[in-house]
């Protein structure tokens, strides 16, 4: 079965440094979305793609934050420098297409800033 | 007020009961639903897709009143297994964009 992959699983790093989180979404599937989740809360949008365009970032805090899928394929999401309040659960997913069809995640990196 | 609302639980309810708990959404313009479960610091994985006739899967049934802007999820004969946090799931025809509820904890117990 195809599955999204994500790396790393678990992450813990030291506030003001660099973070990077890799996604591989389910090969064809267009669309991406990031998504950061907190203990004990829902998921939350951080930023969609369609192929290698941001279709939504509306919520991504782009003074620390950024992403891309430069060949419309893999993405990267990056936090420089982190925060305490950065640490959470980052989910990544993927879907065919926009609109229709349910998302698959990827099993998430857990990140924690110390 | 927050796109997509939820029951918040907890549900504890016995093995073999019945439960049910309700998923409000604010856009009406609101396109397709779904249920997703989601066990303890694990990834949410879909449990079922939300039709407006109202469908069934096993022992889970959901339903779709867009009149009211809800959706609800019921499960029957609930099994330890079905212990999980249920997240409702709405996706816009506008902007396509998924929004998750905060989810409903429901623990079942022997």
């Known amino acids: 079965e195809a599955e999204v992959a994500q790396s790393p699983r678990y992450k813990i790093t030291e506030k003001s440094q660099a973070v990077a989180f890799w996604c591989d979404p389910i090969s064809g599937h267009a669309t991406l979305y990031w998504y950061r989740q907190i203990l004990g809360q829902g998921p939350e949008l951080l930023v969609q793609f369609q192929d290698e365009s941001v279709v939504d970032d509306s919520q991504l805090p782009k003074d620390r934050f950024s992403a891309e899928r430069l060949k419309g394929v893999d993405s990267t999401l990056k936090i420089q420098p982190a925060e305490l309040g950065d640490s959470a659960m980052y989910l990544c997913?993927?879907?065919?297409?926009?609109?229709?069809?349910?998302?698959?995640f990827g099993q998430g990196t857990r990140l924690t800033v110390v | 007020r927050k796109e997509v609302e939820q029951d918040p639980g907890p549900f504890n309810v016995p093995e073999g009961a019945t439960v049910a708990f309700n998923c409000t959404y604010s856009n009406s313009a609101s396109q397709s639903f779904f249920w997703y479960r989601q066990d303890c610091r694990k990834e949410p994985k879909l449990l079922m897709s939300?039709?407006?006739s109202g469908n069934e899967d096993g022992r889970f049934t959901a339903q779709l009143n867009r009149a009211s802007q809800y959706i609800s999820l019921l499960i029957r004969d609930s099994k330890l297994s079905d212990s999980a946090t249920y997240l409702c799931?709405?996706?816009?025809?506008?902007?396509?964009?998924?929004?998750f509820g905060a989810g409903t904890t429901v623990t079942v117990r022997a």
């Open positions: 939300v039709y407006s």
């Open positions: 997913a993927s879907s065919g297409s926009q609109g229709f069809t349910e998302a698959f």
């Open positions: 799931v709405v996706n816009y025809r506008n902007d396509y964009k998924l929004s």
